[in-house]
């Protein structure tokens, strides 16, 4: 079963990175299965009280998150996710969680600062095939532009680390 759960939080964070990158849109079912999927998780490894912990960590994160929502800091598929992916690392968790994502959206932030500088020149999308071609090139005219970043992948990232963090998973 912990196998299980592990491989379906994968896939909504898979999921979640691609619909963000793509579209900038992370449908519902990420979030929703990856905070079923942590919730499960914490439950078969600490009993309810874990459980009960990780959702209160959740909950908290959520309401700071929507402030930001609020103020047009995030979106608010990255709300959702970012408070999905505290019951999946727990309350012990979480400080990885936000560290890893704040070091990973710092680097995804990189190419998006060089690329709006004047004159600064984007590589073509090379031989990437179909959809990810198609993606690649909607992601270039999204950084001429100075479109948002897709801070989904930021998230994902944060929670894989939170789950190599000691003592969030066995």
């Given at each position: ?70 103020r ?43 690329a ?55």
């Amino acid at each position: 079963m912990h196998h299980l759960l592990v491989l379906a939080a994968c896939v909504a964070l898979a999921l979640a990175c691609w619909a963000d990158l793509a579209a900038r849109l992370i449908p519902d079912r990420a979030p929703a299965t990856l905070a079923a999927a942590g919730a499960g998780l914490q439950a078969l490894q600490g009993g309810a009280g874990a459980a009960a912990l990780a959702l209160l960590a959740a909950l908290l994160l959520l309401a700071l998150a929507a402030g930001a929502w609020r103020r047009g800091l995030m979106g608010g598929g990255d709300v959702k996710l970012l408070a999905g992916a505290a019951l999946l690392a727990g309350w012990q968790g979480v400080p990885a969680l936000l560290l890893g994502t704040a070091v990973l959206g710092g680097l995804l932030a990189l190419p998006y600062l060089l690329a709006r500088r004047p004159g600064a020149a984007l590589p073509p999308a090379g031989r990437a095939a179909g959809r990810l071609r198609r993606v690649l090139r909607a992601e270039a005219r999204r950084l001429r532009r100075g479109g948002p970043l897709p801070y989904g992948l930021a998230i994902a990232g944060g929670a894989a680390l939170s789950l190599a963090t000691p003592g969030v998973l066995p």
